[in-house]
């Protein structure tokens, strides 16, 4: 089975940096749309970021140019590197993967939660 596993979350001031961590095993990236979520609660989950197999990006509107997707195949690991963060990037964060192309599953069609398979527990990020 996939499992997916964050780290790296916490507490930081406005303008302040993080980098979050999603250990991956029981698969290979070959194939898999990585991806970051976020949610809050009584909102919808949403996507922050997604990484293709040949390590094209997308970004989310409201975080790009502060953001950075990337991963490390070698150690398995997905991160995110995080910028300038304000409050309203508080939120629980959520690593995803799903067997599919990122321009299927966080393209022009959308980058929706309910199409992405596998899921992390979640780390919290609170900006303050």
């Known amino acids: 089975d996939v499992q997916l596993v964050e780290s790296g979350g916490g507490s930081v001031q406005a303008g302040g940096s993080l980098r979050l961590s999603c250990a991956a095993s029981?698969?290979?990236?070959?194939?898999?749309?990585m991806g970051w979520f976020r949610q809050v609660p009584g909102k919808q989950r949403e996507g922050v970021a997604a990484i293709d197999d040949d390590g094209s990006t997308t970004y989310a509107s409201d975080v790009k140019g502060r953001v950075t997707i990337s991963k490390d195949n070698a150690k398995n690991t997905l991160y995110l590197q995080m910028n300038n963060l304000t409050p309203e990037d508080t939120a629980m964060y959520y690593c995803a993967a799903v067997r599919a192309s990122c321009s299927v599953v966080a393209g022009k069609r959308g980058f929706v939660a309910q199409w992405w398979v596998y899921w992390g527990q979640g780390t919290q990020v609170t900006v303050s």
């Open positions: 029981g698969y290979s990236y070959s194939s898999y749309c």
